[in-house]
């Protein structure tokens, strides 16, 4: 017998092994369903394998690169042979400074470095460690509808209760207070925000900030502030520690993803109190080793030398370009979208005479091979909405609208 059969042999062996065993996963993952664009994009890659050449408008994922400063830190890091070994879970002292200067300098927070600051792999990891420094089994989380997917499917992963509350267009995807009081909240343990919101493109209000503080501390509710896309197509941006006492209830994240075109990179910052600090880094201790040295110089090589003119080009000049683009296909579409909206998403709501927004984005997707989110996976809010991301080139968009426009003349 030569090693393929006798390998094949013991293949077929483990096979029927395994269906004569009982396996069962996890009761927590019949909560949640696997991931839309993870599903989604197994489907635009068969469609692509066939020759559709399928443009993605959809994923949020900035195309550009980081500067050539922060890519040559990298490399330089990497040479050095002493660069390779476990990192604090807390971070280096590099790139807190950075982060604690960066936060100084954009948004006039002043934060402890030391104590401060918390560097994450990225904010999907900050939601997780968050929830489980903070929320048993059982009690509630506040979520947007619409919102981030992950604050959903992470909470409920961990055994909370999600209660969502409105974000509607006509109060420009901001909270609405007097609803939010008429809720029972003895079981709220954190809220979750995101301004500038995604996937609305509402922008961060101060008088929304005042009065989340204010919130937070009359029901001892954390109120958790993501804040990845301050410096998209903004001109303003804002934090929710800019506010008076706000440290003292509130966390916010933010990310490197967006702002300095590192999504692959994984690196963002989570600011509060050193008590909510400590928490949370209790948690991430016991499940992280840190990220690679290289990365995080390279990251605090970014945050501390990327001024004023490279956010601008990077962050609004070029994303404003592309928005031209999208507005287009959008009213290509028949749909209406707030010109005042922020962030590098454009969201628009569908014409009222399609059923369903799949009706919609699914026609687009194989008629004019163009791949657009639909709302609906952001929460029922969205279910007349689309998203259209603004994270490709120009004449990539241009080419879609001109499939758009081919396929709607039909």
């Given at each position: 017998m030569d090693n393929n059969q006798h390998n094949d042999n013991i293949g077929t062996a483990d096979d029927s092994n395994m269906k004569q065993c009982r396996f069962a996963p996890a009761e927590r993952l019949a909560t949640v369903s696997e991931y839309y664009f993870s599903r989604k994009l197994k489907e635009v890659a068969q469609l692509n394998a066939e020759g559709?050449?399928?443009?993605?408008?959809?994923?949020?994922?900035?195309?550009?690169?980081?500067?050539?400063?922060?890519i040559q830190?990298?490399?330089e890091v990497a040479k050095q042979p002493?660069?390779?070994?476990?990192?604090?879970?807390?971070?280096?002292?590099?790139?807190?400074?950075?982060?604690?200067?960066?936060?100084?300098?954009?948004?006039?927070?002043?934060?402890?470095?030391?104590?401060?600051?918390?560097?994450?792999?990225?904010?999907?990891?900050?939601?997780?460690?968050t929830t489980l420094a903070f929320v048993n089994p059982g009690e509630?989380?506040?979520?947007?509808?619409?919102?981030?997917?992950?604050?959903?499917?992470?909470?409920k992963i961990l055994g909370a209760k999600v209660v969502n509350y409105n974000l509607r267009e006509d109060n420009?995807?901001?909270?609405?207070?007097?609803?939010?009081?008429?809720?029972?909240?003895?079981?709220?343990?954190?809220?979750?925000?995101?301004?500038?919101?995604?996937?609305?493109?509402?922008?961060?209000?101060?008088?929304?900030?005042?009065?989340?503080?204010?919130?937070?501390?009359?029901?001892?509710?954390?109120?958790?502030?993501?804040?990845?896309?301050?410096?998209?197509?903004?001109?303003?941006?804002?934090?929710?520690l800019q506010i008076p006492g706000a440290k003292d209830c509130c966390i916010e994240?933010?990310?490197?993803?967006?702002?300095?075109?590192?999504?692959?990179?994984?690196?963002a910052m989570c600011a509060s109190n050193a008590t909510f600090i400590g928490w949370i880094l209790k948690v991430k201790s016991n499940i992280d080793s840190g990220t690679f040295r290289g990365i995080q110089l390279a990251a605090a090589e970014a945050l501390q030398n990327n001024g004023t003119e490279w956010h601008h080009e990077a962050n609004i000049t070029t994303y404003a370009r592309r928005r031209k683009y999208a507005e287009e296909i959008m009213k290509v579409l028949g749909c209406t979208y707030d010109t005042a909206q922020v962030g590098m998403f454009l969201w628009?709501?569908?014409?009222?005479?399609?059923?369903?927004?799949?009706?919609?984005t699914e026609r687009i997707?194989?008629?004019?091979?163009?791949?657009?989110?639909?709302?609906?996976?952001?929460?029922?809010?969205?279910?007349?909405?689309?998203?259209?991301?603004?994270?490709?080139?120009?004449?990539?968009?241009?080419?879609?609208?001109?499939?758009?426009?081919?396929?709607?003349?039909r």
């Open positions: 559709k050449d399928i443009i993605s408008l959809a994923i949020g994922s900035p195309d550009m690169p980081p500067s050539e400063r922060t830190t990298l490399c002493d660069s390779h070994g476990y990192q604090p879970t807390m971070g280096t002292p590099e790139l807190r400074n950075a982060m604690a200067a960066f936060y100084n300098k954009w948004y006039g927070v002043n934060l402890d470095a030391k104590t401060e600051i918390q560097p994450l792999i990225g904010s999907k990891e900050g939601i997780l460690h509630e989380v506040l979520v947007p509808n619409p919102g981030y997917p992950t604050y959903t499917s992470l909470s420009g995807w901001q909270p609405d207070f007097d609803e939010l009081e008429s809720m029972d909240l003895s079981r709220v343990k954190l809220m979750w925000t995101n301004y500038p919101n995604m996937p609305t493109g509402g922008n961060a209000r101060k008088e929304t900030y005042e009065k989340l503080v204010a919130f937070a501390k009359k029901h001892s509710i954390v109120v958790v502030n993501d804040n990845p896309y301050s410096f998209i197509l903004n001109d303003n941006p804002m934090s929710i994240f933010n990310s490197m993803s967006k702002s300095h075109n590192m999504p692959g990179w994984r690196v628009g709501r569908i014409p009222d005479s399609y059923n369903d927004v799949e009706e919609l997707l194989h008629e004019a091979r163009v791949f657009i989110t639909p709302g609906f996976i952001f929460g029922s809010n969205g279910k007349r909405y689309i998203r259209i991301s603004l994270c490709a080139k120009e004449e990539k968009i241009e080419a879609a609208l001109n499939r758009i426009k081919t396929c709607m003349a």
